[in-house]
């Protein structure tokens, strides 16, 4: 997808601080991040949203939280915690059409 900046980040055509990879996943940097930590967990392939997911998604779905605990445990936050979050459509505060974890943490990450 040419047009999807999470696409063009996982092409190395446009600039992100990547902090984890494997064959599946992607995890950069937001870069207006709301906490300390917060990061994106991108799928490499190009699905929209939660609200369009397949079937044949749910085992890359699950990949990007699988990146998650590695991204949590490489950063010492396997006892602390933190916060993952999907946003869903219009109403659920999605702005890119890529579908994406984000990972929230260093401190409470408080809101709803
Ligand atoms: P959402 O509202 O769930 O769609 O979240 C999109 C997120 O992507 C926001 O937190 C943006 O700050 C972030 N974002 C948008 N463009 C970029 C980019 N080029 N590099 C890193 N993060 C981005
Ligand atoms: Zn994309």
């Known amino acids: 997808m040419r047009d999807c900046v999470f696409c063009r980040i996982i092409a190395r055509e446009s600039h992100a601080d990547v902090e984890y990879e494997d064959?599946?996943?992607?995890?950069?940097?937001?870069?207006?991040?709301?906490a300390p930590i917060h990061l994106l967990i991108v799928p490499k392939r190009h699905i929209p949203s939660i609200m369009t997911m397949e079937g044949a998604d749910a085992e890359i779905l699950g990949r990007c939280f699988l990146a998650a605990r590695a991204v949590g445990e490489a950063k010492g936050l396997a006892e602390r915690g933190y916060r993952l979050r999907v946003n869903c459509g219009p109403d659920g505060g999605q702005v890119v059409y890529h579908v994406h974890v984000h990972f929230l943490?260093?401190?409470?990450?408080s809101g709803a």
């Open 105 to 109: 943490a260093g401190g409470r990450v």
């Open 23 to 34: 064959d599946a996943v992607l995890a950069f940097k937001d870069i207006y991040p709301k």
